[in-house]
């Protein structure tokens, strides 16, 4: 069964993602933030199929079991892509938009392989067990490629503050999460591990409606990090 | 141990992501 704080995340994301959608188009951001704001469309979408499924067949159901680690795995790969937006809205100047695609799409494959080379020996249940495996793995290449990000946009000396916060937010989503998974790997019937996914996608719409809403295309910021550095 | 591993990574790097996010909040907001 869920309870109402469950129930309350499910709506409140579910909403806060078609504001984020909202923010982006009414501040004109869909220029920079394009895949940013189309995974959270998909997101609501995602969440929309979800309760269809749960309202038909109920929680504990196989269906909404498959519906919901069919629609993660689905979700972490278009995060992957949002990953890839943040890049290329970083390196622009630099005009390397074709090698980051390249680059990434290479990366998603191999995580792709890797998880199918992980689960190989299962026969049974061969595809829902890939599900799983690969949001796992690409939860986790998620936390690794933001980091990567992050110092990217520190060595460039990088002020934009509403991409400094879209990425630093993602970060705080891909680490809730990737933590979360590994902490249901260690104790599966620990009820905090399963109470983190649900905060964790209520706050990303949360704060990538915040930022979009509240911090104009031109304001600018030095991270405390860089600004520690340059004193 | 896989796995412990990467709970402890992400931990640190959630921490390290949250500290820097609410600074940038903070600061956005006393602009």
Known sequence: ?231 | MTSLIIFALSVAVLLDFGLEYLRSVSKAQGK
């Open chain 1, 1 to 231: 069964m869920l309870s109402p704080i469950d129930y309350l995340l499910w709506f409140a994301s579910a909403l806060l993602e078609v504001i984020v959608v909202y923010c982006a188009v009414r501040t004109k951001a869909l220029r920079w933030y394009l895949t940013l704001t189309l995974n959270m469309l998909f997101a609501f979408l995602i969440n929309v199929a979800r309760f269809v499924v749960f309202y038909h067949y109920g929680y504990r159901s196989l269906e909404y079991k498959y519906a919901y680690y069919y629609s993660d795995a689905v979700w972490t790969i278009l995060l992957y892509f949002s990953i890839m937006g943040l890049y290329q809205a970083t390196f622009e100047e630099m005009g390397v938009s074709r090698q980051i695609r390249h680059g990434s799409m290479l990366l998603l494959g191999a995580t792709a392989i890797i998880s199918y080379l992980l689960i190989r020996q299962h026969d049974s249940q061969l595809t829902s067990r890939f599900v799983v495996e690969l949001s796992q793995n690409l939860y986790f290449v998620g936390v690794v490629l933001t980091y990567m990000l992050w110092g990217a946009l520190l060595k460039m000396r990088e002020t934009r503050t509403r991409l400094v916060q879209l990425v630093l937010a993602l970060g705080i989503y891909f680490s809730a999460s990737a933590g979360a998974y590994a902490l249901r790997n260690m104790y599966p019937s620990l009820a905090i591990a399963k109470l983190i996914p649900p905060l964790a996608g209520t706050f990303l719409p949360a704060a990538w409606a915040y930022t979009f809403w509240r911090v104009p295309d031109d304001a600018r910021l030095a991270p405390a990090r860089l600004a520690l550095r340059t004193r």
